[in-house]
């Protein structure tokens, strides 16, 4: 997977990209990133990259010719292009899907902006989709880009040390992850739940399920629409709202 960034502040970028997963993945050749200050493509001497909107208005918006000239330059017309994500809160919501659909991609290029936004020709003919994190606003599109490179770097083969880890955890299946204890025991009188000190692989099977079907149903309800469950599972379920009731 090859990453190309468009950012007005690289700098954001080398402690992420220097951390162990990451530089892990770089080490062992499956992923690559460059980070481009698209500065480097202003026009005037000023290297201005943003001016006032027309129509007037607050704040600034960047102006198209950085990001038109920085693309032609990072793609080659006789490659299939590949997809140009805008990092924007109007854009469509990261989920685990999204991730998984964004790594089957061997390149990405990533548009970070700040001020009030893009000139809306970088949406349109520059950008192939727009990507928004959560409904929140920050002050660039930096760490939504950092987030998608490490969401998407996990899911390929050989950057996680063990490949079912990636399978395993919350989304993976739909369900939220059940709870995990380690040593002690018992800490200051807290326990842990006496089935996983049992060695009963089917009762802890059960249990992790049941836990995870418990989270979801209490923190995130919604998402057990999508889940595929067993008729086990539905009646834990049912015995969750009977419960409730009470
Ligand atoms: N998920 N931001 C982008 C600049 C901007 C403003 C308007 C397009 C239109 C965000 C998010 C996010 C702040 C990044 C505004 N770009 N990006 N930036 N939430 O809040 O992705």
Redesign the pocket.
Known sequence: MRFDVLTLFPDMFTGFIQNSMIQKAHEKGLIETRIINFRDYAFNKHRTVDDIPYGGGDGMVLKPEPFFEAIDDLIDPNEEKPPVL??????ERLTQQKVNQLATHSRLILLC??????DERIHQYVATEE???????????EL?AMIIMDSVSRQIPGVLGNTLSAQNDSFADGLLEYPQYTRPAEYRGYQVPEVLLSGHHLRIEKWRRQESLRRTWERRPELLDKVTLTEEDRIFLRQLEDQQGE
């Open positions: 805008l990092m924007s809160p109007q854009g902006g700040h001020y009030a936004g893009f990507i928004s994190i959560g409904d929140y606003v920050l002050t660039g599109g939504p």
